[in-house]
């Protein structure tokens, strides 16, 4: 058990690593197509379409890891106006919610994705991309989230920290 723990915590990682590696060339691309522009010349097509589908890459690869690390965006006036034995239930009870949405997102990706094999789906733009390669972060994504969000749900840590405003 503890060598598959360590499998997902090690795909959750790369998985991150995959998103901050992208977040990275968004920046380059980005930083080489306004520059492009600014000489004079037009920037390639492959350029542009690279960056959209980094953008889809790095959102849903590096989810997981947020809700992880709690750092997805969630406010926290309610619950920290609550007593702690009621935050608790309402922390567990949002996170629960959370495992749901996930699950049920997670399998119309499947479904997508299946769809995509099926047809033998492309993107075409400035070249031909298989769009089950688009389409295959949406069941693997919103399934390790519902895992995140259930540690939440069944274990000792909170997702709510139950004190308002920001803290760093």
Request: hydrophobic fraction near 60%.
């Amino acid at each position: 058990m503890r060598a598959l723990i360590r499998l997902y915590d090690a795909l959750l990682a790369f998985m991150a690593l995959i998103a901050a590696g992208t977040l990275v060339w968004l920046m380059v691309s980005v930083v080489v197509s306004v520059a492009m522009r600014n000489i004079g010349i037009q920037p390639w097509a492959w350029l542009f379409t690279s960056s959209e589908y980094g953008i889809l890459y790095m959102t849903m690869l590096g989810a997981p890891w947020l809700v992880r690390e709690r750092g997805h965006v969630h406010i926290e006036l309610v619950t920290a106006a609550l007593r702690p034995a009621l935050r608790r239930i309402v922390s567990r009870a949002v996170a629960a919610a959370c495992v749901m949405v996930s699950l049920v997102l997670a399998w119309y990706g499947l479904e997508l994705l299946l769809t995509n094999v099926e047809r033998n789906d492309y993107d075409v733009r400035a070249y031909f991309y298989p769009r089950w390669l688009l389409t295959i972060t949406f069941p693997v994504a919103f399934s390790f989230m519902a895992v995140e969000f259930a540690r939440f749900v069944f274990g000792t840590e909170l997702m709510h920290s139950g004190e308002a405003g920001i803290h760093e």
